[in-house]
């Protein structure tokens, strides 16, 4: 198990979404290289990063920041949103990203994506959110008429390394992360999945480490953090296992 805590950046801040909504947002802080620097220090491996106006297909200008976010750490991180090229991968890639993050291409081109995943020597993981089952794509505005559970073994077939699994009604909300939901695209894909989404307290993820599903590897913890209900060193040294 690895305890992940994710950065969420819209014009170049630090936030959080309500259930991914865009017009229910909260900045936490101006400065992402700080958070960052701050979250390595406190003892995380590895970091989640979303580009929150990439998701969404605006542009890349969050590209410079997230260029001084690698330079400022020495830990893995993965990016999310707005990856939808190979000019995306090639520009990461150079940046010092280490694991690439693929949701609405992957949902919408799997085809495409297995062929990046011939050419390119990076680590690429299925990003997949989902509402009532359902995906979501392009910053989770649009449905993309496809299962979750679909997608899932879809990303084993084509030879993703990992899955990224958030249930977009608990995201942002604290109200607990779906646990089941999250176990069955992990035994239906048989691939490691991490958690994401709901994670409120300690508590929280005591439950998911209880289940003792072999194929939850980590835990993506954002909005907590921020609120001060856990804390990354008190995670890390209670959690961590690898």
């Known amino acids: 198990m690895i305890i992940i805590p994710a950065i969420d950046i819209l014009d170049s801040k630090c936030?959080?979404?309500y259930q991914g909504k865009y017009s229910d947002v909260t900045v936490y802080s101006q400065d992402p290289v700080e958070i960052i620097k701050s979250y390595e220090?406190?003892?995380?491996?590895?970091?989640h990063i979303v580009d929150l106006d990439g998701a969404k297909g605006q542009g890349k200008n969050n590209r410079n920041i997230i260029k001084k976010m690698r330079e400022a750490v020495s830990c893995t991180l993965e990016i999310g949103g707005g990856i939808r090229s190979k000019e995306d991968i090639k520009e990461l890639t150079t940046l010092g990203i280490n694991h690439l993050i693929l949701g609405t291409v992957f949902a919408k081109h799997?085809?495409?994506?297995?062929?990046?995943?011939?050419?390119?020597?990076?680590?690429?993981?299925?990003?997949?959110?989902?509402?009532?089952?359902?995906?979501?794509?392009?910053?989770?505005?649009?449905?993309?008429?496809?299962?979750?559970?679909?997608?899932?073994?879809?990303?084993?077939?084509i030879g993703l390394k990992e899955i990224i699994y958030t249930n977009i009604?608990?995201?942002g909300a604290l109200t607990g992360p779906d646990i089941e939901r999250t176990i069955m695209i992990a035994e239906q894909s048989d691939m490691p999945v991490i958690l994401s989404g709901g994670i409120s307290n300690k508590?929280?993820?005591?439950?998911?480490?209880?289940?003792?599903?072999?194929?939850?590897t980590g835990i993506i913890i954002g909005k907590a953090i921020y609120e001060?209900?856990?804390?990354v060193p008190d995670l890390i040294s209670s959690f961590q296992t690898i």
Do not use: M
Not at 228 to 231: A, G, L, P, T, Y
């Open 203 to 216: 508590e929280d993820i005591a439950k998911v480490v209880k289940t003792e599903c072999p194929l939850i």
């Open 228 to 231: 001060q209900k856990v804390s």
């Open 169 to 171: 009604s608990n995201d």
């Open 15 to 17: 936030v959080r979404l």
């Open 110 to 157: 799997p085809e495409k994506v297995k062929e990046w995943i011939d050419i390119f020597d990076a680590h690429f993981i299925a990003g997949i959110d989902a509402l009532n089952g359902k995906v979501k794509i392009t910053g989770w505005e649009t449905d993309s008429g496809v299962d979750d559970i679909v997608l899932a073994k879809k990303a084993k077939e």
């Open 41 to 47: 220090q406190a003892g995380a491996t590895r970091i």
